[in-house]
């Protein structure tokens, strides 16, 4: 099975099969079909992009969130601390 999954691998990094296919659209099919088929071809893979703020946008808005979440939290929790123990030495 490897070998044929690197046979595979090669001949689809050499672009054959994209050219077999478009020979075979080209020799039996109408124009019209030709034209769907060209049109509907997904933009080759062009490897890794760079990281731009934009991709990572969502992630640092939900950790801003967070914390100011987890700030809020503990400033509720001091001053209802600080205030038990004032209002437990009134009484």
Known sequence: ?????????????????????????????SERRQLSVVQ????PD???????????????ILLFVGTA???VAILAELAYVRYEILFTLTF
Do not use: C
């Open 1 to 29: 099975m490897d070998n044929f999954n690197r046979v595979v691998h090669s001949l689809k990094e050499a672009g054959i099969t994209v050219f077999w296919e478009m020979d075979v659209v080209r020799k039996f099919l």
């Open 69 to 71: 979440i987890a700030f």
């Open 40 to 43: 509907s071809r997904a933009p």
């Open 46 to 60: 062009l490897g890794p992009k760079k990281l731009r703020l934009n991709h990572i946008q969502g992630a640092f």
